[in-house]
């Protein structure tokens, strides 16, 4: 069952495995012997899965291990969150090479990567994912970065780790919400590139089957996949990166405009995709009947589906003119040409974009 996809980009080459009990099995003795490692938790990851990779640590004779816990809300996504990461480093005199290991969600992998990238200007990094959202899509491909001034991932850095375990025994505790949260990321994945994964993901969900050990994984694999191919591909998101943004030019200003307390980022982006599908069918890309597809499947996995009542517009409008991918100054979307072919547009004018969100 266990799967393993290999990322080349330009700047580095690592594994990303997939399989149930990973946390405990890996053999890290290549990775850890003899080093000094910092663990840095989501405060919500069980304490049984921390110990449990302590343990590991320890029988493939690392130097020293220690571990901080991480509030993990988008406010803490600061410099203020991360900054007892830099103390604790700069207090246990960790060296160049030294290990961090980002055990968490997309926050944490985020934040942990954000430090490994810049304390000392660089030190090894393995990302251990916990949610599901953060295993397909957060951790791999060496984006980190913090929230700065009321913007999403404005400040941050490419850094790649040196391995992603994704172990789907973490996955057993993580609240249903979080897990609608991750398969909005495998369902923009299929949208995107893949129409058979798209398929496979109905045949699940639509149907109302039991996912099963084996699908998840498959599905988990499948959808790292792709953005394995494209980051490979364009690690610095100088092309086809862009396409992974499909629905983030909405899903980020729904989640800024709600002062970064409304939904979570994979609801958001949830949201957001069916805004760009709205988008797209308004375009003439799509069929009615593809849109009516896409927007079944996001709600067959329990993602928000509906604007929100206090939704402002202004608000909206001005977080999505803060949104990174302006280039320019011409806001960009990401559009589709059919269920698994995505292209980027721009240009497009306000009342376009406004009645892509009249739902
Ligand atoms: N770097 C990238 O390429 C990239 C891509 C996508 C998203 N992101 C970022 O990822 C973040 C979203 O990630 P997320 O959805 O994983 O959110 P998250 O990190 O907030 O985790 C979601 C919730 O699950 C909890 N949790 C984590 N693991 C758990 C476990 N095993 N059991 C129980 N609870 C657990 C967390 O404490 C949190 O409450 C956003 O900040 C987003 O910007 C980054």
Known sequence: MSKSINIRTQSKSYEVLIDEGLIDSYDYKWLVQGKQILIVRDKNVPNKILESLKKSLGKSEAYEVFHIDLETNEKNK???GIMP???LLNEKKFNRDSLIIGLGGGITTDMAGFVASTYLRGVNLIQIPT???SQVDAAIGGKTGINFSGSKNNVGAFYQPELVLMDTLVLKSLPKKDFSAGLAEIIKHSLIADNNLFLRLENIFIEGK???EEELIQIIYESSLIKAFIVSNDEKEKGDRALLNFGHTFGHAFEGSQSL??????E???????CASNLSLLLGN????EYRRIT???KSVGLPFEIPENFDIDEFMQAMSRDKKILSKKLRFITLRGIGKAEITENHDKELILKSINL
Do not use: R
Not at 268 to 274: C, D
């Open 210 to 212: 039991n996912l099963s």
């Open 268 to 274: 958001a982006v949830g949201l957001g995709m069916i």
């Open 261 to 266: 307390d409304g939904f979570s980022h994979g």
């Open 131 to 133: 949610t599901l959202l």
């Open 296 to 298: 079944a499947l996001i």
């Open 286 to 289: 799509i069929s009615l009947e």
């Open 78 to 80: 600061s410099f203020e």
């Open 85 to 87: 990461i830099y103390t």
